[in-house]
């Protein structure tokens, strides 16, 4: 596959586990898995087109595991919108954490902090250059929010971290941010 059929099936793959399932006929476990054989099916893809997703993907954003009966099963590691318990245990962040976004969001995040929206959590980068990536994927000038998280975890808001290295947390109040 060239990198635009994969993308292109990473992001039908992230709908299918993240956002939409049941319009694909299908069922995740509590923590978000599905059967792999039962996501090739629904997308009509074969092993190695899905092989080639979860490997290749610039953020592992999909992870492959063999459940208790010896079947593998597949899940997005992060970005759920459909309420999935990821089973994430909380973890000391790094000092500081980073937040890319739009010029045209900033007043409304310095007047109430950053919200988790249709996800799960807020998503923080470990380094200004990621954060830079997620901003820029929105329309106008992309902005990069450091969020002083030694102060947040000092003060009793949990991380977690998910498997492809996005920090994650409820959400960010508007005094613990600058930039
Ligand atoms: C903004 C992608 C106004 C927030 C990326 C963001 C990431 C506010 C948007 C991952 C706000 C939500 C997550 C407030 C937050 N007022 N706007 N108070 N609080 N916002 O997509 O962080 O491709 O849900 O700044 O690479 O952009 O999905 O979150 O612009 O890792 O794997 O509301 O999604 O990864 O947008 O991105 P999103 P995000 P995947």
Redesign the pocket.
């Known amino acids: 596959m060239d990198h635009r059929a994969l993308v292109g099936l990473s992001k039908r793959m ?1 709908l299918a586990l993240r956002h939409q399932p049941a319009q694909f006929g299908l069922a995740p476990d509590r923590a978000g898995w599905v059967p792999v054989e039962e996501l090739l099916a629904a997308l009509r893809i074969d092993r190695a087109d899905l092989d080639a997703v979860v490997a290749g993907n610039d ?1 592992q ?1 999909f992870a492959v595991r063999r459940g208790g009966d010896g079947d593998e099963r597949i899940r997005a590691n ?2 759920h919108s459909i309420p999935v318990d990821l089973e994430l245990t909380p973890c000391p962040p790094p000092a500081r954490l980073y ?4 010029s045209a ?1 900033l007043d ?2 310095r007047a ?4 988790r ?3 799960h959590h ?2 923080l ?1 470990p380094d200004e250059a990621t954060a830079r ?2 901003g820029a ?2 329309a106008g000038e992309p902005v990069i929010l450091t969020v002083d998280a030694a102060a947040m975890a000092r003060d009793g808001h949990a991380f977690y971290r998910s498997e492809n290295g ?1 920090w994650l947390t409820d959400a960010v109040p508007a005094r613990y941010l600058t930039g």
């Open positions: 992230s953020k954003r992060q970005g937040h890319g976004t739009s969001a409304s995040i109430s902090g950053l919200h929206g249709g996800r807020v998503h980068s990536r997620v994927r929105r996005v």
